[in-house]
């Protein structure tokens, strides 16, 4: 089991940043990727941000290139998303998610708003 906890999520205006943080805790040795995907009450949930646990390596919708960076601290066990000049289209609820080999744990999501 995996239990994923989530913070950082707020009210920004567009331009500024955001940094959302996701603790995973149980059994934290079995994961091999963690990202965030965002939803709002029109969309289906999409993927921000996906990083491999063991090597690092990232990858990001195209709508976050160059904005988002994910990135995750292997003594803490939590990954973060910092979130670089948001923009109104950024708004939704972000959740963070693990991966093993059988299964997909997800946070409880956190809202994310800016304001235009």
């Known amino acids: 089991q995996v239990q994923l906890v989530e913070s950082g999520g707020g009210l920004v205006q567009a331009g500024r940043s955001l940094r959302l943080s996701c603790a995973a805790s149980?059994?934290?040795?079995?994961?091999?990727?963690m990202g965030w995907y965002r939803q709002t009450p029109a969309t289906q949930r999409e993927l921000v941000a996906t990083?491999?646990?063991?090597?690092?390596?990232?990858n990001y919708a195209d709508s976050v290139k160059g904005r988002f960076i994910v990135s995750r601290d292997r003594a803490k066990n939590t990954v973060s998303l910092q979130m670089n000049s948001l923009k109104p289209e950024d708004t939704a609820v972000y959740y963070c998610?693990?991966?093993?080999?059988?299964?997909?744990?997800w946070g409880q999501g956190t809202q994310v708003t800016v304001s235009s």
């Open positions: 990083i491999s646990t063991r090597s690092g390596s990232a």
């Open positions: 998610y693990a991966r093993d080999g059988s299964n997909t744990y």
């Open positions: 149980g059994s934290i040795y079995s994961i091999n990727a």
